[in-house]
């Protein structure tokens, strides 16, 4: 049995958009921060892979950068406060 991809451009298309405006509202938050080593490090990561035009191939880099993202954050977020 192969594994089939749910869904279609527009639904990436769609996903991609919330994911973008994801990215610019945790910017944002970053930003409020005195420390802006978690925003350069968040900006750093969260770069829009260059598309393929193959859902399944942009949909796994992109994948790939928001865990990339998340992690910064997780580290950010079990850092001792000083």
């Known amino acids: 049995m192969a594994a089939e ?29 005195p420390d802006a080593l ?5 900006k750093a ?3 829009t892979p260059a598309a393929n035009n193959d859902v ?6 992109e994948l790939t950068v928001l ?3 998340l992690s910064v954050l997780l580290l950010h977020a079990q850092a001792p406060s000083e």
């Open 5 to 33: 991809m749910v869904g279609d451009r527009d639904d990436h298309a769609s996903w991609r958009a919330r994911r973008d405006a994801w990215v610019a509202e945790t910017e944002r938050a970053l930003r409020s921060l």
């Open 38 to 42: 978690p925003l350069d490090a968040f």
């Open 45 to 47: 990561t969260a770069v």
């Open 56 to 61: 399944t191939t942009d949909l796994a880099a």
């Open 67 to 69: 865990r990339s993202c």
